[in-house]
C-alpha cells in the first residue's frame, strides 16, 4: 500500500491514479462535512467537488504540520462557507447581549439520540445557528476564528451557539425521538 507522502507526492506530479485514490479515500469523510453546511445533498457535492479541485491545486502548500486530513477538512469548511458568504449576513441580526441573559446548561444534549437524528435537526437549524453550532462543535473552531471566517463578531458567534443550543433543546423536547 502506497503511504500518504507518496500519495501526495504523486498527486503534486498530477498523477491521475494518485488523484483518484486520495479521493476515493477522503471523499466520503469530507462529503459529511460539507453536508453539514447545506440542505440540498446537490449543493453539499459540488463544495466537495469545488474543494478537491482547490486540495489538488494547493497541495504543494501543504506543509506537513498537524494532520493531512485536517489540512482537507479545513479546505472543504472553507469553500462550504464560500458557497454562503454572500448571503451570511443577512441570517445573523442579534448579538450576545440580546441572549445573555438566557439560562444555557453545557448538559449533554445527544441523551439518547442517534447522530443521524441530531444531524436532521442541525440540518433544520436556521443557516447562522448552523454554521456557527458546526464550526464551533463540530469543527472545534473558536468563536475568535469563526468570526473571522464569516465576518460577523465574536459576540455574534457566541449569540448564534447559545440560540443554536436552545434551537436543538427545543426540537428534542418538541418532538422526542420517536417523532423525527
Request: net charge negative; with cysteine; glycine share 6%.
Given at each position: 500500500?502506497?503511504?500518504?507522502?507518496?500519495?501526495?507526492?504523486?498527486?503534486?506530479?498530477?498523477?491521475?491514479?494518485?488523484?483518484?485514490?486520495?479521493?476515493?479515500?477522503?471523499?466520503?469523510?469530507?462529503?459529511?462535512?460539507?453536508?453539514?453546511?447545506?440542505?440540498?445533498?446537490?449543493?453539499?457535492?459540488?463544495?466537495?467537488?469545488?474543494?478537491?479541485?482547490?486540495?489538488?491545486?494547493?497541495?504543494?502548500?501543504?506543509?506537513?504540520?498537524?494532520?493531512?486530513?485536517?489540512?482537507?477538512?479545513?479546505?472543504?469548511?472553507?469553500?462550504?462557507?464560500n458557497y454562503h458568504r454572500a448571503n451570511l449576513k443577512n441570517h445573523f441580526h442579534s448579538d450576545i447581549e440580546d441572549v445573555e441573559n438566557e439560562i444555557v446548561h453545557d448538559a449533554?444534549?445527544?441523551?439518547?439520540?442517534?447522530?443521524?437524528?441530531?444531524?436532521?435537526?442541525?440540518?433544520?437549524?436556521?443557516?447562522?445557528?448552523?454554521?456557527?453550532?458546526?464550526?464551533?462543535?463540530?469543527?472545534?473552531?473558536?468563536?475568535?476564528?469563526?468570526?473571522?471566517?464569516?465576518?460577523?463578531?465574536?459576540?455574534?458567534?457566541?449569540?448564534?451557539?447559545?440560540?443554536?443550543?436552545?434551537?436543538?433543546?427545543?426540537?428534542?423536547?418538541?418532538?422526542?425521538?420517536?417523532?423525527?
Amino acid at each position: 500500500m502506497i503511504s500518504e507522502a507518496e500519495l501526495i507526492a504523486g498527486c503534486i506530479k498530477g498523477d491521475r491514479a494518485s488523484q483518484r485514490q486520495l479521493y476515493t479515500q477522503l471523499a466520503p469523510k469530507m462529503l459529511g462535512v460539507c453536508r453539514r453546511y447545506f440542505e440540498d445533498s446537490q449543493e453539499a457535492e459540488d463544495a466537495l467537488q469545488e474543494g478537491f479541485i482547490k486540495v489538488f491545486e494547493n497541495l504543494n502548500k501543504y506543509r506537513k504540520e498537524g494532520s493531512f486530513e485536517g489540512w482537507v477538512r479545513r479546505i472543504m469548511v472553507n469553500t462550504s462557507l464560500n458557497y454562503h458568504r454572500a448571503n451570511l449576513k443577512n441570517h445573523f441580526h442579534s448579538d450576545i447581549e440580546d441572549v445573555e441573559n438566557e439560562i444555557v446548561h453545557d448538559a449533554n444534549i445527544t441523551g439518547s439520540f442517534t447522530v443521524d437524528v441530531l444531524l436532521k435537526i442541525i440540518d433544520n437549524m436556521p443557516t447562522g445557528y448552523k454554521f456557527v453550532f458546526n464550526l464551533f462543535e463540530m469543527e472545534g473552531f473558536s468563536h475568535k476564528e469563526i468570526a473571522g471566517m464569516m465576518n460577523i463578531s465574536e459576540n455574534t458567534s457566541k449569540s448564534q451557539l447559545v440560540k443554536a443550543k436552545k434551537f436543538l433543546r427545543k426540537k428534542i423536547n418538541e418532538f422526542g425521538i420517536n417523532e423525527l
